[in-house]
């Protein structure tokens, strides 16, 4: 059972470009979760998303960033004219949403955005 | 979710074991108490969780105090690649809630 899937893993895109994360959550989770790790800093919580819902987006910023997670394929973190402080470690979980749920979070590996 | 405080830092001899504190006094009466920890650059990663009761798995023990105010993480047998921050996070256990890192505590093996 393969974990969560996230890709690239290193991206690095200039000032103003567009920035496209991607994660496969692991197989039978429908619960998408997005943190973002600045570097020296801890993880902060971004979006919380089911299958075509975002839940709750608390932790977001209110400009340039959005999240999806279709019906289809994985969820998406998309971040428009990014700048350099958006340079930092993007981690997606994912969690089951019924059955044997004991409230664990399954991390991906991360993918890591570096703006020039 | 209830705030957690934990020390900074801390270190641990390698073959040792390592108790990792952790505080939480406004803990509710549904909230569940989760360890994780982050080895550097890599995804966080999930150790142990429990209510009330002590619980115990491959990688670690964990002591809950009767009150439920603290509680104490255990490696047994503690390896360099333990070396990583831990993480001490209280939320209900229900679907969908999220976890909420704090500073955790870096814990160092030495050898």
Not at chain 1, 19 to 31: D, E, F, Q, V
Not at chain 1, 36 to 57: A, S, T
Not at chain 1, 69 to 79: D, T
Not at chain 2, 10 to 19: F, S, T, V
Request: net charge positive; hydrophobic share 30%.
């Amino acid at each position: 059972n393969a974990g969560v899937m996230q890709n690239p893993r290193h991206l690095v895109r200039r000032r103003g470009q567009e920035a496209r994360l991607r994660c496969s959550p692991m197989k039978g989770h429908s619960h998408v979760y997005w943190y973002r790790q600045l570097p020296e800093e801890g993880l902060k919580f971004m979006v919380y998303l089911q299958k075509e819902n975002i839940i709750d987006e608390s932790g977001m910023p209110k400009e340039r960033f959005s999240a999806e997670f279709p019906k289809e394929g994985p969820s998406i973190l998309r971040i428009q004219q990014v700048v350099r402080g958006d340079s930092a470690a993007y981690f997606c979980a994912s969690s089951r949403g019924t059955g044997e749920y004991t409230g664990e979070l399954f991390f991906g590996e991360g993918s890591r955005l570096t703006v020039l | 979710d209830a705030k957690t405080t934990q020390p900074p830092s801390m270190d641990c001899a390698e073959g040792r074991a390592a108790n990792l504190p952790c505080n939480h006094s406004t803990i509710s009466g549904n909230e569940y108490v989760y360890w994780y920890r982050q080895i550097h650059s890599q995804g966080p990663q999930y150790i142990i969780h429990g209510l009330k009761n002590n619980e115990t798995n491959e990688m670690a023990s964990l002591i809950i105090t009767e009150d439920r105010k603290s509680s104490t993480l255990i490696l047994p047998h503690a390896t360099l690649r333990d070396t990583a921050v831990y993480y001490c996070i209280v939320r209900p256990q229900a679907a969908g809630n999220k976890l909420t890192f704090g500073g955790g505590t870096r814990v160092l093996v030495k050898p």
